[in-house]
């Protein structure tokens, strides 16, 4: 997807704060944080949504979930972390590239 932010993100196109990649999935710091830790998980293959995901993205939908939770207590979220999933418009979703928020406040030091 020529247009598609997220694509540009996952290829190096636009610049973003990455806190993981490997050759399936990138995950950076969301440009307009709604918590102190705030991160989006992506699959590197374009996938507009949850509603066109398929059979064939099962293993790749739960190695974003797995990362969830690696990614959080590496951000300092050991006590506990929010994940969302915005699909279509009336589920909030602004970016279609499928993605995985992880929110949370790291505790106090
Ligand atoms: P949503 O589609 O509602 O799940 O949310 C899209 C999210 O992407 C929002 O939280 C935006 O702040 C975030 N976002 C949009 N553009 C960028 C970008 N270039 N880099 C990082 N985060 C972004
Ligand atoms: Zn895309």
Redesign the pocket.
Known sequence: MTDC??CK?AAGQ?P?KKAYEDDDIVA???????APV?L?LIPKKHITSLFDAGADDQALLGKLLLLAPKLAKEHGLEAGFVT???TGAAG?????HL?V?VLGQPAAA
């Open positions: 932010i997220f993100i636009i973003a950076f710091h969301d440009i307009a944080p709604k705030h989006l969302r999933v915005h909030g979703q602004e970016v279609y993605h928020h």
